[in-house]
């Protein structure tokens, strides 16, 4: 495995943000009984969530509750579950109790009857019928497929398309993205390593120092807050000299497709699925399948000697960066909280190319994540405590 030289990145992991325990962590000693109390903030993004989650049991259920609400479009249930499980990401130690969570916040009832159902029975009835019903099987199974989002999986069910086979025999036409996506089904729905990404980095890193010497390449996504695997691999590019950057993308887009025939990899897809709405499409932005060579040890007895991953490529201005950073390393949930505090605290507005502060009137500049945060009034958490 080849190591990404992206020098500026690993300084940012590695520059000793010292691990605070921020969580008020007390020990009720009564008789018989030793109850954990938490006292934790409201906002993700003033909370240290590590990878490191004693409530797995609990965060499962809420998170494919939420998933199944953010397939069928209900949004405000999906971010209310998705609230819930961060908070309980971010406790110090196991809940085995209810009285544990009394007086602590983004709890709301239904989420508390999932949880009371957990720590009582084990599972919970909601989530098992759920993980049970044709319906979320369906949608699983459908929008596993690269391309393929809760709407048009929503639309193909009510024709009666259930799995893969139903798709392919059903003579729908598929984009250019689905096409693909399908194809190459069982590599994406594979979950990528560490060392794939730090492969794919170095092709990009290439790619990217062949047709702009100077540019930088950032791993961000979940790799940058320390996951040790995703659905796909997200990098930031930029240059030091504002302008450069722009064109790069189409270029680099261009260089990999040139590659083909080599070891490592083509562009299947230069526009991919539905730009996403929201603040996301400003950017020059490339979601690809790239074609990744395997080791010899990973050879799998179909002698495949490659597999296709999902990769997300973002160009960003020199001026934009540490606001592209901060955007592009999540998690989801931890870039929705720190906008919902912008607004609801501090009246600035948040996005990834910018802060804007409503009472000054102006846009506040920044070239690091830390000044990012500070003008935020939160104190800097590094990227492997955001994984709300
Ligand atoms: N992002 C966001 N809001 C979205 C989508 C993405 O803020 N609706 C940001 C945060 C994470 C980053 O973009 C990359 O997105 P994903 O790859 O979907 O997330 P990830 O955390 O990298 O997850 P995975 O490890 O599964 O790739
Ligand atoms: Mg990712």
Redesign the pocket.
Same mark, same amino acid.
């Given at each position: 495995v080849h190591l990404l030289d992206v020098s500026w990145y690993t300084e940012s992991m590695h520059a000793g943000h010292p691990v605070e325990i921020t969580h008020r962590h007390k020990l009720q000693s009564r008789p018989f009984t030793e109850v954990a109390l938490f006292s934790v903030s409201s906002y993700a993004c003033q909370r240290r969530t590590t990878l490191d989650n004693h409530n797995s049991n609990l965060t499962d259920a809420l998170s494919l509750l939420a998933e199944n609400a953010e397939l069928s479009n209900e949004d405000g249930r999906g971010v209310a579950f998705r609230r819930a499980a961060a908070l309980l990401k971010a406790l110090p130690t196991q809940v085995i109790s209810m009285s544990q969570l009394r007086g602590l916040p983004c709890l709301g009832e239904h989420s508390l009857r999932v949880i009371k159902d957990v720590l009582e029975n084990g599972v919970s009835s909601e989530v098992e019928s759920t993980k049970q019903s044709k319906r979320y099987k369906a949608l699983k199974i459908l929008t596993g497929i690269f391309g393929v989002g809760a709407k048009t999986a929503d639309r193909w069910i009510r024709e009666g398309i259930y799995n893969l086979e139903q798709l392919r025999d059903s003579g729908q036409t598929l984009n250019r993205a689905q096409k693909a996506g399908l194809e190459h089904y069982d590599d994406l729905n594979e979950p990528?390593t560490k060392a794939e990404a730090d492969a794919i980095g170095e092709i990009v890193q290439k790619a990217v120092n062949s047709v702009l010497p100077g540019s930088e390449v950032a791993l *961000? %996504?979940?790799?940058r807050?320390g996951?040790l695997?995703?659905?796909?691999?997200?990098f930031l590019i930029t240059h030091p000299e504002e302008g450069k950057e722009v064109g790069l993308m189409p270029k680099v887009v261009a260089w990999l497709e040139s590659q083909k025939t080599t070891r490592n990899s083509y562009l299947e897809s230069k526009d991919g699925p539905a730009r996403?709405a929201?603040n996301?499409d400003r950017f020059e932005r490339c979601f690809s399948i790239f074609k990744l060579t395997k080791r010899k040890e990973q050879e799998t007895a179909s002698h495949k000697i490659w597999r296709a991953v999902r990769v997300?490529l973002v160009v960003s201005p020199i001026s934009q960066f540490a606001f592209a950073v901060l955007?592009? *390393? %999540?998690?989801?949930l931890?870039?929705?909280e720190l906008r919902r505090w912008a607004g609801h605290e501090k009246n600035m507005s948040l996005s990834?190319h910018a802060l804007f502060d409503n009472t000054q009137n102006k846009y506040l500049r920044a070239t690091s994540e830390e000044e990012i945060f500070a003008y935020l009034g939160l104190e800097y958490i590094p990227p492997s405590e955001r994984n709300a």
């Amino acid at each position: 495995v080849h190591l990404l030289d992206v020098s500026w990145y690993t300084e940012s992991m590695h520059a000793g943000h010292p691990v605070e325990i921020t969580h008020r962590h007390k020990l009720q000693s009564r008789p018989f009984t030793e109850v954990a109390l938490f006292s934790v903030s409201s906002y993700a993004c003033q909370r240290r969530t590590t990878l490191d989650n004693h409530n797995s049991n609990l965060t499962d259920a809420l998170s494919l509750l939420a998933e199944n609400a953010e397939l069928s479009n209900e949004d405000g249930r999906g971010v209310a579950f998705r609230r819930a499980a961060a908070l309980l990401k971010a406790l110090p130690t196991q809940v085995i109790s209810m009285s544990q969570l009394r007086g602590l916040p983004c709890l709301g009832e239904h989420s508390l009857r999932v949880i009371k159902d957990v720590l009582e029975n084990g599972v919970s009835s909601e989530v098992e019928s759920t993980k049970q019903s044709k319906r979320y099987k369906a949608l699983k199974i459908l929008t596993g497929i690269f391309g393929v989002g809760a709407k048009t999986a929503d639309r193909w069910i009510r024709e009666g398309i259930y799995n893969l086979e139903q798709l392919r025999d059903s003579g729908q036409t598929l984009n250019r993205a689905q096409k693909a996506g399908l194809e190459h089904y069982d590599d994406l729905n594979e979950p990528v390593t560490k060392a794939e990404a730090d492969a794919i980095g170095e092709i990009v890193q290439k790619a990217v120092n062949s047709v702009l010497p100077g540019s930088e390449v950032a791993l *961000t %996504g979940g790799f940058r807050r320390g996951k040790l695997t995703g659905h796909d691999v997200d990098f930031l590019i930029t240059h030091p000299e504002e302008g450069k950057e722009v064109g790069l993308m189409p270029k680099v887009v261009a260089w990999l497709e040139s590659q083909k025939t080599t070891r490592n990899s083509y562009l299947e897809s230069k526009d991919g699925p539905a730009r996403p709405a929201s603040n996301m499409d400003r950017f020059e932005r490339c979601f690809s399948i790239f074609k990744l060579t395997k080791r010899k040890e990973q050879e799998t007895a179909s002698h495949k000697i490659w597999r296709a991953v999902r990769v997300d490529l973002v160009v960003s201005p020199i001026s934009q960066f540490a606001f592209a950073v901060l955007g592009w *390393t %999540g998690s989801k949930l931890f870039e929705r909280e720190l906008r919902r505090w912008a607004g609801h605290e501090k009246n600035m507005s948040l996005s990834s190319h910018a802060l804007f502060d409503n009472t000054q009137n102006k846009y506040l500049r920044a070239t690091s994540e830390e000044e990012i945060f500070a003008y935020l009034g939160l104190e800097y958490i590094p990227p492997s405590e955001r994984n709300a």
